[in-house]
């Protein structure tokens, strides 16, 4: 007998898995240093103007969405997620005064949720690896964009540096799986989560992804702390 729970394999499950831990998911990345501060530090670096049109895709509890609410507190804010746990926690918050939480699959929004572009902007944190098909997903990325929208993909991606590699181990192994046992025993997310990392695009991978889709201005900008070459805010813009 295995303590162990069955593994993660089908990326199409992972908004169920999040149903099962959406109950202490605030307080796992309250935990978590930097975590909060670091998706404001994305949504920031979006740098939108005032009264812009914004999508949360991936949103969860809505820590994402609240980044985006304190940069930008007179935006338009939609929050798109395909679990509906992580959702409720989210239309639980003061926050949802100011945002709408739509239930969806961000493989494809219009379809899923009827969500409809344009967007000045897009946050989509630690989403695009959680995607089944991240081309097509980003096809339909690039379509919900305005013409100069910008997008930012708040990621982790350590596939280009042996350093970053073992030091997600590391935290994963010594912290991440083991809380994980503590607060839901039964989750396959946390070592879903360390291998999903681990096989993710590199930088350089996946900067060259976005440019093949036709994005512009493509760049990678730095977390501080624990986090600096894991976790990064890719950006791009749809021409004009
Ligand atoms: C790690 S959480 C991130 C939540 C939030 N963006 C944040 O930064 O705290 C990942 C979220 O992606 C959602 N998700 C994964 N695959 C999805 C899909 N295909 N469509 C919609 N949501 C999805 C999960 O349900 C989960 O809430």
Not at 131 to 137: H, T
Not at 175 to 185: D, E, H, S
Request: aromatic share 8%.
């Amino acid at each position: 007998m295995t303590l162990l729970p069955k593994a993660l394999t089908d990326k199409r499950d992972v908004p169920r898995a999040f149903d099962a831990i959406a109950r202490s998911y605030d307080v796992s990345t309250a935990l978590n240093p930097g975590y909060n501060r670091h998706l404001r530090l994305s949504a920031e670096r979006l740098r939108l103007p005032p009264g812009a049109r914004i999508l949360d895709l991936c949103c969860g509890t809505g820590c994402s969405t609240q980044a985006l609410a304190d940069a930008y507190p007179d935006a338009e804010l939609i929050g798109l997620d395909g679990s509906e746990e992580m959702l409720a926690r989210a239309r639980r918050k003061p926050l949802s005064k100011r945002a709408d939480f739509v239930l969806g699959d961000a493989m494809d929004p219009a379809q899923s949720a009827g969500i409809e572009g344009p967007f000045d902007g897009i946050l989509m944190a630690y989403g695009i690896r959680n995607m089944s098909a991240p081309d097509e997903c980003l096809r339909r990325i690039y379509d919900l964009l305005a013409p100069g929208g910008v997008i930012c993909f708040h990621e982790y991606s350590v596939a280009d540096s042996n350093r970053s590699k073992a030091l997600w181990n590391a935290v994963c192994f010594g912290i991440i799986i083991p809380m994980g046992f503590v607060t839901a025993t039964r989750s396959p997310i946390f070592r879903y989560l360390r291998k999903s990392v681990i096989n993710f695009d590199g930088v350089r991978a996946f900067e060259q992804r976005l440019a093949d889709h036709g994005f512009v201005d493509v760049h990678t900008e730095p977390m501080d702390g624990w986090q600096r070459g894991i976790v990064h805010s890719f950006l791009a813009r749809k021409p004009a």
